[in-house]
């Protein structure tokens, strides 16, 4: 006979074997349904990137084998390649400072000046005209003397102009000091007004130069940065610079600041564009003003209706470079301004000594 307790391990067994089939069962499902997950996520990325390669552009052109036309581009005009046009070389004359360079000679270099005839003595090979001629030009004719009397068989020559002396720049106008200053380096035409002490208070912002040996003049508005001209031009040897003088007018009589003031465009200030700079006319002045005018006969004068004007009824007549504009005081509103300022006086002193 067969022990209870067998009987029962017997059970026990084969309970277990009975739920362990269904979880091994079940493992095998999830390993299984993975695998075929992974396979289908392997599957879709490998169609997307085929089909990226297939939409993606070809390759550079330089690895492919098809030929390519080539074409011949139009050559551009000078003015569009961008390169700068090149400044005239200056030339030398009388009285001009050279530093003259031989070539592992220095028994024959030497600072020579331009005499009178235009001409420098050489220590070795006598007088050589320069006048007219460029420092590369000076150069070649210094060599090919020194050749000519044998003196080097190859000489290499450079010439450095270290002053322009009859070549000075003429600044002019309304600067503080005018007067011709040399040019010793290149520098621009705010250089030379500052060499020149600056501006008067009376000058524009208009500046001529006029270049030597060349009917050329060259006119531009110094801007307010002054740094910034649409270039602030170069000054060459020779050049004059002239500051032209402001036009000003002058407010007098019962207006707000009485004075002159500067007008950059001498013909389009009205009278009451001056009367606004002028910051108005005042409370007593009379509507009746004056224009005084310099002209080449004498001085004119010719009345102004102010109040006409203001209203818009006749028109606003310009001003010119030193007319005088004069607003007079009128009687009746001084008396008038007066006897209300008496008034009042009197009206303050009455409430002050009633409460005493």
């Given amino acids: 006979m067969v022990s209870a307790p067998t009987v029962q391990n017997q059970l026990a067994t084969e309970s277990n074997r009975q739920v362990a089939l269904p979880a091994k069962q079940a ?19 490998k169609s997307t990137y085929a089909q990226a390669q297939d939409s993606a552009p070809p390759a550079h052109p330089s690895l492919t084998t098809a030929p390519m036309a080539t074409t011949n581009p139009a050559p551009l005009p000078p003015s569009a390649t961008g390169s700068p046009t090149r400044s005239e070389a200056l030339t030398l004359d009388s009285g001009d400072l050279l530093n003259v360079a031989v070539f592992d000679t220095p028994e024959l270099s030497a600072k020579l000046r331009v005499d009178n005839l235009g001409e420098i003595v050489l220590p070795v090979g006598g007088a050589v005209s ?11 004719a210094i060599e090919e003397r020194l050749r000519r009397k044998n003196i080097l068989r190859d000489p290499h020559v450079e010439v450095l102009v270290l002053e322009y002396a009859t070549q000075g720049v003429t600044v002019g106008g309304e600067v503080k000091t005018p007067g011709v200053y040399p ?47 649409e270039g602030d031009l170069e000054v060459r040897p020779g050049d004059r610079i002239f500051v032209t003088r402001a036009g000003i007018v002058y407010v007098v009589g019962d207006v707000g600041r009485p004075g002159g003031y500067l007008i950059e465009n001498k013909d389009t200030v009205t009278v009451l564009q001056a009367l606004a700079l002028a910051q108005g006319m005042n409370k007593t002045a009379k509507y009746d003003a004056k224009l005084i005018r310099n002209s080449p006969s004498g001085r ?17 007549p310009k001003l010119q470079d030193g007319d005088i504009l004069f607003v007079p005081v009128s009687a009746s509103k001084e008396w008038a301004e007066k006897g209300v300022t008496s008034i009042l006086q009197m009206a303050v002193g009455v409430v002050i000594y009633g409460r005493l």
Avoid at 205 to 224: A, G, H
């Fill in 130 to 140: 320069v006048r007219g001629l460029t420092a590369e030009q000076a150069q070649s």
């Fill in 27 to 45: 493992f095998a499902k999830v390993r299984l349904w993975t695998i075929l997950a992974l396979a289908l996520i392997f599957w879709v990325d």
């Fill in 183 to 229: 040019w010793v380096a290149k520098h621009t035409v705010l250089d030379f007004i500052s060499i020149a002490g600056g501006l008067t208070p009376a000058a524009s912002k208009t500046v001529t130069i006029s270049r030597k040996d060349r009917e050329q003049v060259i006119t531009f508005q110094l801007s307010p940065a002054a740094q910034e001209h």
């Fill in 300 to 316: 004119t004068e010719s009345d102004l209706p102010l109040k006409r004007i203001l209203a818009n009824q006749v028109i606003d």
